[in-house]
Structures are given as C-alpha cells and as structure tokens.
C-alpha cells in the first residue's frame, strides 16, 4: 500500500469537494499516512476465504408498500434554503455539463 | 464549428461499427423508489417530496415493493436471469440535482443480467440484441438553467433546482456490446429502443413516453477496421429523445468518428450531447472510465432475495409480449404480412388500435393512418404518434364520409384544418362551408356545361369507352370546387348520356 | 434550593413515581431542572439549546392530565413528565440541530426523529439538546464547533466523546435522563469517564431516523442515565422496530426494566475479554475492573476467561469503515438545500466552487480528516485492500464474538484504558485520541449491544472508571441484569450512588477552571 501524499490529499480533496489551502494539504498528508500506516495491518487480517460483511445484522427484503405518505409544500422544502427562487433552489452556475 | 463527417457510405465502407445502449425506464410505481412522496409527472416544484428526497440530515431510505416487482418483470421480459439476492449500492459524486450527493443504484449486483431481446427490422430479418444486466436506481431532480442567452448550461449564471423528480424510480438496461449491425446499426438502434419501450409499457409498468422522459437512451457508438477485433474508442450520445433521434444519432456519431479516424486522429472518450436542431452531436465533458465513483454497499439497505417461487409469482402475471400480440393485431385486422409490417414500421400500430376501439373498422384505421398522417409526419419531421391527431378525429371525419356529407378530398382539407388547430372537423366544415354538393341540380348543370365543352369526349364515352368518362367528371369536380361527390356525378353522367356504366 | 437540590438527584424511576403519586408535578420537576442548567451549564457546556418553553408546556400538560385522572391519566406513560436531554446529532422540531458542527449553524430540522416522536408520545419534557464532537467524529467532545464540554468531576477534563454533552448534563443533575448516540464508544466512553450509565442498544435495535448518519452501519442510539433501571426505563421507550428505518429490528423489545429487576446473577457466566484489559490500561482503572469481577463472583456469577484474538483488528477496520461510510454520509453538506453557504472570495462563482468553500469553511478538522480518510478507502484501486479488508475484518469480529459466547453468557471489560484525559492533551495527535474506543469499537463492528456503567474511581486520579458489559445480539436484556446487580453491589459498599463523590458544581470554591481535586 503506497504512503498518501500531498497530491493524493489534493486529489481526495478535489473529489470531496473540500476547498484546502496548500498549507491544509501538506498538513493533512501527514497526519493521514500516520493514520493510514496505522490501518494498514487490516488487509493481511482475512484471507479470501473470509467473506465481508456490511450489515451486521443479516435482514433481507425489508419494503415498503407502494403507497403515497406525507409531503412538503414548497414553503416547508424550502425553508432551510439558503437561495431560492420561485419556488426551487438556486444555485450558482455549474461548470460541469452532464 | 461542426464536426467533420464522411458520407455514411464510406464510413460503412471503411469501418464496422459496436454499439451499445443504455435506456433508462423510469417506472410509473405511485410513489418513489425509496421514499413514499408521490410519483406524479408536473406539479408545482419541490411539492412532490419529503425530507428522504430532499437529502435532509437524518433520513433512511425504504425499498418500495411494487418498484421491485416491476423490475423482475422488465428483467422476465428480456429473458434475463433474475439475481437469487442482490443488493443496491451508493454511486458517489457532487452535483445540485443529486441531494444527497450520492446516487443509492446498483453496481456489480443487479437484479436482472444476462439476457437478450430478438429484434425484427423492417425487412423481416432478425438481430438477437443481447442485455447485459438491468438495475435498479433513483432519478435525480430537474434543473433549469437560467440567465444566459440559449437557457442551455453553458453561460447560465444561475441554475434552478425541483427535486420532484428526484427518488423516482428507475430501471437501467445495459446492452452487451452490439456487434455485426454494420450498415444497419442505425436502424438497428431505432428498433431495440423501439422494442424496449413497447416491452415496459406492455408491461404496464411505465408510462413509456419518450417525449416525456419516460425512457431515455444513451447511445454508444465506436468503430473498428473491418476484421479488427478490438473494439475502437466509443463516445457516449446523451440528450435522445424520441425514436428518429435514437436512428439519426447513431448514424451521425458513426460518420462522425469515420471522419476522425480517417484523419489519423484518435477519437476521444467522452460524452456527446445531441441537438434534434442541427442533427449533430457537441462535446460535453469528457467521459472516463476512471470517474471515481467509489461503489460500496448501500448500509442504509439490505440485500433483496428473489425466491424462485415469487419470480415465478411474477412470472404468471406477465402480459401477452409484443411479438405474439402483434400476430395476433394481424390476425384480427387482416392485414396481409407486407400491409401490417409497413404499419409496424410506419410506428402507427398502438395509433391503429387506438383507433379501432374508437369505432373504426380496421381497413378504415389503416387508410387514415397510412394513407394520411403518417405522410404528414415525416413532412413534420415528427413521430405519426406526436403529429397530433387522435382517434377519436379520425372517427369523427370517417363518418362525415360516409354519410356522404364530404368526400375523401375534403376529409384531408379538414384534416389539415385539424393539426393547424382551427378546431374539430364538424367546426372546420361548418367554417369552410365545405359540402358535398347534394343537390343533383347543380350537378347536372356542370355536367351538360362538361358535355357541351368535350364532345368528342361524350361520343367516346356512347362508344363504349368509360374510363373516359374521367375527363368530365374532373371537369364537373374544378366547376364544383371539389365539392361534388365524383361518384354521384359518374353515375349522372352515364344517365345523361344514356349508358350503363 | 436544598428541595431543587433533592428534586434533581433523583433517578427518573424515583421521580416517575412521584409524579404517578401526585406528590411532585411535571412542571416543578422540569423548572427544577431549568434552573440546575442555568446555575451550573455556564461551566459545564453541556447544553447548546435549552428549550425552556415548551419543556414546560409539555410538563404542565402531563400536569394537567393528571389532575383530571380518569381514562387519560391512567394511560400516561411510567416516565411522562421525566425531563430528558437530546444529542444535538438527532432532529427535533422547534429545537436547533446542529450536529455540533458550523456548517448546520442554526438549522431547524421540519421533521422529528422516531426516537423524539416516541419522547414525544410518552409526554417527555425536552430540556434541550446537548453538546458532541462534531458530527460525532471524536472521543472528547473538543471537536465541538461550539466549544467544549467540562466533565463536572473535573471541569479541566474531558466528559468523552463524542457524546460528552449528554453525559456531562446527566452527571452534573442538568437532566435525569439523555439520549446519545454511539458509533464507536460514543455513549459508553462518555458514560465511563463521567460515571454515568450508557447502553449502546443491538444494531438496529433503535431506530437510526432522524439521527444524523455518521457510519451507516455502526450507529445506534441509546440512553444516558444516572442508574441501569433509568437506562432500562429509557430503552423501553425509544426501542422497537420503525418502517422507516430499513436497518431496523423487526422483532419485538424484550422487557428491559423486568430485566434490570432481576436482581440475581446466580448461574450466569461473565468473560473477560483477554484483550481488553491488562497492558496499555491505567492501573487503577485495572483495580476497579478486578473489584467488579470480584463482586460478581462473590453473587453468584462465574468467572471465566475469553480470548478474542482478532479484536487486534478492530480499530483499524472501524477507521476504514466509519470514515468510508462517513465520507458519503456527509456528502449532502454542501450549501443548496440547507445549512450553511459560503461564496469563495475570489475567482468564478460556480456552485462546484461554493460546495468546496462551504465545506472548508463549515467543517472543522477532524471532520475533514475522517471524509479525505473515507475517500480514499473507497477510491478506486484501493476499495479491496481498505474497506473490502475492513468489512472481512468485521466477520472475524463476529465470529470472535460468536465463540465467545458460547463460554460466557455476557462478557466484561473495562470501558475505556484511561479515566478523563486533560482538555486539550490528546489534540493534536489524533490516534492517540483514537485509542480511547480501543474497547468499545468491537462491539459496533459486530453489532452486539453494550453497557457502560459506573464502577468506581481511580485510585492515582479519583476520577471515575466505567465497566463494560457486553451481550449477544439481541440480548439487550442480560445488560441491564448483570449491570442492575453489579450496580447494587457496588453502591452497597460505597455508601450511595458514585456520583454523590462528585465535587459540588456550585460551591463558590469552585471556577471553570483550575482548582484540583
């Protein structure tokens, strides 16, 4: 497992959407790849015979039955916005076309 | 500046195209994928949610059942294999009409994989199209774009978020890499998402409108060398919204790349976007394989296991498919092969049986159809479904005919008058004044005024030789405007002149 | 008021029968309450709202239903009227939630937790919500946006984290009862250093809607109590299973508060976890953890010794898995639907740009750590060897577990490997701050539920040591068994409650800050 770098930090930043400064950066490199040092061990705990778990509590096909609950009016869906127009949120230009 | 292109011939000449589609179904359940907020098309924004769709602090997701068993039907219906436990997972990344910032979808579990759907294209032959998988996943929100010049995304200053649609539920059907199509790909491409959305709203479990986003396709195009057997660098179509875009943009994206390649370039991943307008496709962010989407297990949910006794549950209430129903519209109506493939083909057969249960016979549907509307269509440059005309117009104007009120000619006048939105055919009439002349009197004095001009005409018809009879009645049909019912005037011309016709 | 000064020392079971007795009323008990958090909340912290209003129009209803008696009276819940607080991480109508973090500053939820509706239906005064580490990320409660809280036996010291708010509020008599919520320890670890009660509930044994996610699957809420009855009482009301909550048991809650009633452990066998104990723990929290063994042996209980050699792993899984889970879960911060926005200074105005200035601003450090940790675990190419190995470590958790408790009916640790650190002393070296759920965190893994309460003071420091108690899934109630025995015991030979030892938060002698014990 390869140490976690300030360009990582950059990059893992970018895709969380964090704004950091360079002096934020190279701070948390550091203290990461003490942490992830630190974690490492876990992948030479089970082999693949070892099977994951994610719930740790096994339930399966839990539904819902399909019918309408409550809803918001606008003026409740809105209420914590911070902009809104005519009813939606606005937001800021997107750069990214999808 | 638009794309360069080579000639859809020479490109088919120098390369073999793979293709690949993924459609989205969205389902037409009462309420959402995993919140019960309604699942209603329009509505005043941001009305049809609750605090699970709007990504608020604190909520959980429930599975919705029904959305469920739509999905092992759609995934029966294209013979795929359906998972014995399957599981969703979160698709993470940033953006306003995704509010949690994270899409809950499935990623290497879906419920559906491994099947395939024979398409029949409109000479009779028959491509296997085969499925990848089909998955279940959540519709984002509807954003606007508002303040630069064209309301597209680029320049915008602002854009406006409604979350309505956001948790809709929605299936994804991924194709295996379609081989072989060659110069038929483009057509090829029309009839899968044909035959997809005929599927799923047999099925009666979407809406199936594609004008309304109710299916959506991504078409993949790439192209290789002949004989080649890697596949080239594929671009990914967004944005294509109906049938004929479906056709048209893989025929473009293949003469597009055709260009590229032949210029020694490599064509670049990415996703495209399709403009109905100009019949092109521009560049939209590059598309990589490597977006770093970080899948893991949705915690919120837990894995679905299909019992093979529910499936088979499921299985019993599928409808009649589409090609047996299809045999069986022919048998019905009576159309020979070639009459009801040409009606496949034209897309008018729902409109055909619409019409049926409106109260018009089956040849008399067919001749409207065919013989009107879908001219005007293509003239429109839009599907016959979304031309605008109903059934129950057509009925309307049939009769009129029949009871011998118009004639066929009007009949299409007031057609016309219909789709330009003068009103119904009875008002257009009225209006027009149009009617048949009736009245033998009138008739008959444009038939003396013809018989007079064209005497040798008249003698060649007491000769014996009726077809010339056509000459008069034209005649008759420019002094009455069209008005006069040719058939009535044929038989007072042949009274006049003392013949048997 | 020495009668304040009593009303506010009784448990919630006490004070629920004199309600029931009519000899206190709700709105003397919530106003009793109000004025503890204003005399003493100043040095405490514990508190980021007090809802003064409407605890006492929810009191002075119970008040008045009761006066009526008849039909209403008589279907009155045990504990209405019994004030109680809430973890700022849980969404409340009417009440801020601000998960303790700038980036919800102010924000007021329009919907309520299950858990708050079942507080609601049982007629509970809510007295406010109370102080967390940040999104409850960290074992102190010092990742605060707000500030931190002061543990009331040492106000220079931690309460624990992250839920050291509720704990802090129970020990210094500013509630009778707290909800938290403990993904790693952050009930029990709180409850131990403050010599408190906290029981982490079976995974999905309460439900998780309405509190703000931090590990999808490690989070439970829980009760923070003064006694295991009260904590039994509290349980009874928040557990069973919620629609809307898919994680959530389907099977009915035991009877807890029969469970805690008991009063015998005779026949049943405790496990030491041989990992969790011994070296790398303070020795007097040793000392205290020997007592408790001896005293159960001496009731009835038999002693025997479990090892659970892939606990080694748990630390280093939790730290993948909760900051993987973490990192998706606090994705939806990013300044369009609510909470904070903040434009960047400079540049163009794009709303990728306002996402990452929002978050940079409206995070603190420790947040930000565990989201980049998260990140990277789930990026591509390292998903196998982090969380993929991470979720494998999680089987052979349960299956030591599993094993375990085959030999022993509940198994038994110390809580956490040190009483209460220095405010101040473990920030800037985030694993050491880590280590502190080194004994709670397998219990999360697996799912298993688990109970802190008070087993005495530490010799070197007179600070409080908690014992730690863990069952099989499912099995909440051999907790409140054990822990109501092992409570009596230890209270027997103490004279009284531990937290009668506690210094006097209103003796003037007393500032915020200096001044040992």
Known sequence: MAAINRDDVAHLAQLAHIEMSAEELDRMAGELAVIVDSVKSVSEAAGDDVPATSHPIPLTNVFREDVVGHTFTAEQSLSGAPDAYEGRFKVPAILDED | ?501 | MTENNELIRLSAAALAEKLAAREITAVEVTQAYLDRIAAVDGKVHAFLHVNADEALAVAAEVDAIRAAGGAAAEELHVLAGVPIAVKDLIVTIGQPTTAGSKILEGWHSPYDATVVERLRAAKMPILGKTNLDEFAMGSSTEHSAYGPTHNPWDLDRIPGGSGGGSAAAVAAFEAPLALGTDTGGSIRQPGAVTGTVGVKPTYGGVSRYGAIAMASSLDQIGPVSRTVLDSALLHQVIGGHDPRDSTSLPDPLEDLVAAARTGNVEGMKIGIIKELHGEGYQAGVENRFNESLELLKGAGAEIVEVSCPNFKYALGAYYLIMPSEASSNLAKFDGVRYGLRVLPEQGPLTIERVMGATRAAGFGDEVKRRIILGTYALSAGYYDAYYGSAQKVRTLIQRDFDAAFEKADVLISPTAPTTAFKLGEKLNDPLAMYLNDVATIPANMAGVPGLSLPGGLADEDGLPVGIQLLAPARQDARLYRVGAVLESLLEAQWGGPLLDKAPSLTDSAVSSHGGSH
Request: include cysteine; hydrophobic fraction near 40%.
């Open chain 2, 1 to 501: 500046m638009t794309d360069a292109t080579l000639s859809f011939e020479e490109a088919m000449d120098k390369y073999d195209p793979v293709l690949g589609f993924e459609v989205h179904v969205e389902l037409n359940t009462k309420t959402k994928m995993f919140s019960s907020a309604p699942n209603v098309f329009g509505d005043e924004p941001n009305t049809n949610v609750n605090e699970v769709d709007l990504g608020m602090p604190g909520v959980l997701p429930v599975v919705n059942k029904t959305a469920i068993e739509s999905s092992i039907k759609i995934g029966l219906a294209l013979n795929c294999k359906i998972a014995e436990k399957c599981r969703f997972a979160r698709k993470n990344y940033f953006y306003p009409d995704t509010p949690k910032n994270f899409q809950t979808s499935q990623y290497d579990e879906p419920i559906a994989y491994d099947g395939y759907l024979d398409i029949e294209l409109s000479d009779g032959t028959v491509f296997r199209v085969e499925i990848e998988r089909a998955h279940m996943e959540e519709d984002a929100g509807k954003l606007t774009h508002m303040g630069g010049a064209t309301g597209r995304i680029q320049g915008a200053d602002y854009s406006l978020v409604d979350y309505n649609r956001s948790g809709v539920p929605l299936v994804e059907i991924v194709t295996k890499p379609i081989e072989g199509a060659g110069s038929r790909a483009p057509e090829l491409a029309k009839a899968y998402v044909a035959a997809v959305r005929e599927i799923v709203k047999n099925l009666g479990v979407s809406d199936a409108k594609m004008e309304r986003g109710n299916v959506r396709c991504d078409a993949n195009v790439s192209l290789r060398p002949h004989g080649r057997e890697r596949f080239g660098i594929r671009s990914e179509t967004k944005n294509v919204n109906s049938l004929r875009a479906v056709e048209h943009a893989v025929r473009y994206e293949i003469q597009r790349h055709a260009a590229v390649l032949d210029s020694g370039e490599p064509v670049i991943q990415e996703t495209r976007h399709w403009h109905e307008d100009t019949r092109t496709t521009t560049s939209g962010r590059a598309k990589s394989d490597a977006d770093d989407y970080r899948y893991f297990p949705e915690p919120d949910l837990v894995p679905i296991t299909a019992s093979r006794e529910w499936v088979e549950e499921l299985r019993a209430t599928l409808p009649e498919p589409p090609a047996a129903r299809r045999k069986r519209l022919q048998a019905d109506w009576g159309y020979s092969d070639l009459e009801f493939r040409d009606v496949v083909n034209a897309g008018v057969m729902d409109e055909i049986e619409e019409t049926i249960a409106a109260g018009a016979t089956a040849t008399v549907a067919r001749k409207w159809w065919m013989g009107e509307i879908v001219g005007r269509a293509k003239n429109a440059d839009v599907d016959p479904g979304q031309l605008g005309v109903n059934p129950a117009t057509i009925v309307e104007l049939n009769k009129m005919v029949e009871d011998g009120k118009i004639n066929n000619k009007m009949a299409s006048e007031v057609l016309d008058g219909v789709l330009a939105g003068e009103g119904t055919p009875a008002e257009i009439v009225e209006k027009r004044g149009l009617a048949v002349v009736s009245d033998d009197g009138p008739l008959l004095e444009a038939i003396d005024a013809a018989l007079a001009a064209q005497p040798g005409v008249a003698d060649k018809i007491r000769g014996g030789k009726i077809q010339a009879i056509g000459a008069i009645v034209g005649a008759v049909m420019k002094a009455t405007r069209g008005q006069a019912d040719a058939g009535r005037v044929k038989e007072l011309i042949l009274e006049r002149l003392g013949v048997e016709g």
